[in-house]
């Protein structure tokens, strides 16, 4: 492709090095998204898995500056893949039930690719990633697609090309993201996501009307988090917790849930160390925030500790798990939340004051991730 015509903002803003963007350019890469949305052609549901993935992708290796950041096209599909996942299993309609197309025409060509690899090697992610040269040669299948599909027609609205997360080459093994567009990704990236799934949410709506019906939970068959795969980290878990709540460190009994101590809504995956478990009393109150500084130094210290051989019980289990990836969601969780001021959940405080302030030491305790 070539020059846009238009002035990047994004890029007019960062003479002043490393710096992040300015306002105006933050402004101006949200608009170009929008148009994006809005203008641009979808013929599948590929486009919209790769602004997801483009988002994702710069919390675990991007920083909060303004530098251009680099994404292997190998990244990107197996990002797609996990994105793709669960949506193989048959959805049960009011016609039946059946996969939900993903394209105009015949089946996504990546969901029939991740589809096909379930049905010979299962359904557990976690074994899935385990099976060496099955799993890379889905990941190759998936990015050729991604490579002649969505990743240089992404940023074509109508027939004019509008470059302002990358250059469109056309060609080659990975994206460098302009400057300052990695910063916007990390900054915005509730905002970012929630664009692209309500999009999707709508093609795939749009394509499998005779199934769907009036169904209003689309979004949550999707993209949320399976109960029952999240049960099988319980008893993983119980042991390392002495039976007792993460949070309040009441005794759990019989009932012990599963949380996301990264909320499951600022940053959604499934990885192992993420995961604690939490009275139903603690669980309903925390809901999607995050939690304070004395549970993140317990949970980084525990992770430290401990992360050996829960990632052994992971893996067992067939449960997918990355303490590396979840620490870097973490520092970049704690570092937005620090920049916009916001407030933490603390579970030993009376029910009213459980609001605070992120503790300044937060830092030393995470320390310094490299992406």
């Not at 899935?128 to 074509?156: F, T």
């Amino acid at each position: 492709m070539g020059d846009s015509g238009e002035s990047s903002l994004l890029e007019a803003g960062m003479s002043e090095g490393l710096q992040p963007p300015p306002p105006e350019a933050q402004l101006d890469f949200l608009q170009k998204l929008q148009r994006i949305l809005e203008e641009g052609q979808f013929v599948a549901s590929y486009k919209f898995a790769l602004l997801h993935a483009l988002a994702d992708l710069a919390v675990l290796h991007g920083r909060d500056t303004g530098d251009t950041l680099a994404l292997t096209t190998h990244e990107i599909a197996e990002r797609f893949v996990e994105l793709y996942w669960a949506q193989t299993r048959p959805f049960p309609g009011r016609t039946g039930s059946a996969v939900l197309r993903q394209n105009t025409g015949r089946q996504a060509a990546v969901v029939s690719s991740v589809e096909t690899f379930q049905q010979k090697h299962g359904t557990k992610l976690g074994e899935a990633r385990r099976k060496g040269p099955s799993w890379h040669s889905l990941v190759r299948k998936v990015r050729r697609i991604v490579v002649e599909m969505p990743l240089w027609k992404l940023q074509v609205v109508g027939r004019a090309p509008l470059e302002f997360l990358y250059r469109n080459e056309g060609e080659g093994d990975q994206v460098f993201l302009l400057p300052g567009v990695a910063f916007c990704l990390r900054r915005f990236h509730g905002l970012v996501v929630e664009l692209a799934r309500s999009g999707w949410v709508r093609y795939v709506r749009a394509n499998n009307s005779n199934l769907l019906g009036n169904v209003s939970e689309l979004e949550e068959f999707l993209f949320g988090a399976e109960r029952a795969s999240l049960a099988a980290y319980r008893p993983i878990l119980l042991d390392p917790q002495k039976g007792r709540c993460f949070y309040c460190r009441t005794p759990l009994g019989s009932v012990a849930e599963v949380d996301h101590f990264i909320p499951w809504t600022l940053y959604p995956t499934d990885l192992g160390h993420n995961f604690v478990l939490a009275c139903r009393a603690c669980n309903g109150d925390k809901r999607d925030r995050l939690a304070a500084f004395p549970h993140l130094a317990s949970w980084t210290v525990r992770n430290e500790e401990l992360g050996p051989a829960l990632a052994d019980g992971f893996r067992r289990a067939g449960l997918p798990f990355n303490l590396a990836a979840i620490r870097r969601i973490a520092a970049w969780a704690y570092a937005r939340l620090e920049a916009s001021g916001g407030l933490c959940w603390q579970a030993d405080l009376p029910k009213a004051t459980r609001m605070v302030n992120l503790a300044p030491e937060w830092r030393q305790v995470v320390g310094e991730v490299e992406p």
